[in-house]
């Protein structure tokens, strides 16, 4: 099947990856750290902006913004996969549920339309950990930029306490 993704040179982008059979890769540390290792390298090589980002254990929800003469997410999401894959398989057991492919083969992508578009995604993906019962207030989910926007003085340590749901945007 020939799948049309949106192409926008120095597009901001939502996406969200899945690990296959939804494993729960991600609720080890060190594949957190795998994860990270892996989009510095990737950033070192192809640039680009992490606007906002989660990490879950089983997915990952991310706000990216490309430069000016480039839509290549594709390559990017590629290199990290295969960093991801070849830090953490060594950590799995070889007989789970990732003994074949750690991912997804395909992931969603969304262009960012406006302002509004961008916040409502920045919203879910904070949100997110909450609203997967991990967490009771989106602070004490560490895989999160929520804590570099309260650093950044963004979003109150308090936000959306006591929020029933976020609604509108995402895919899972």
Known sequence: MNYRRSRLAGGTYFFTVVTANRSPVFNHPAAVQCLR?????????????????????????????????????????????????????PLLPAQGPTSGSLWQKRYWEHTIKDEEDFNRHVDYI????????????????????????????VLPANWAVGEEELVGVGSE
């Not at 290792?37 to 090589?45: D, I, L, P």
């Not at 997967?132 to 999160?144: E, F, I, K, L, N």
Request: aromatic share 14%; charged share 20%.
């Open 37 to 89: 290792t892996a989009f510095r390298s990737v950033k070192c090589r192809h640039p680009f902006i992490i606007d906002a980002m989660v990490v879950l254990p089983d997915h990952i929800h991310c706000i990216w913004t490309l430069p000016v003469d480039d839509s290549n997410y594709p390559t990017r999401w590629r290199l990290i996969k295969a960093g991801v894959t070849q830090g953490v398989k």
């Open 126 to 153: 904070h949100f997110n950990p909450v609203k997967h019962g991990y967490v009771d207030r989106a602070v004490d989910w560490p895989y999160s930029s929520f804590h570099r926007f309260v650093r950044e003085g």
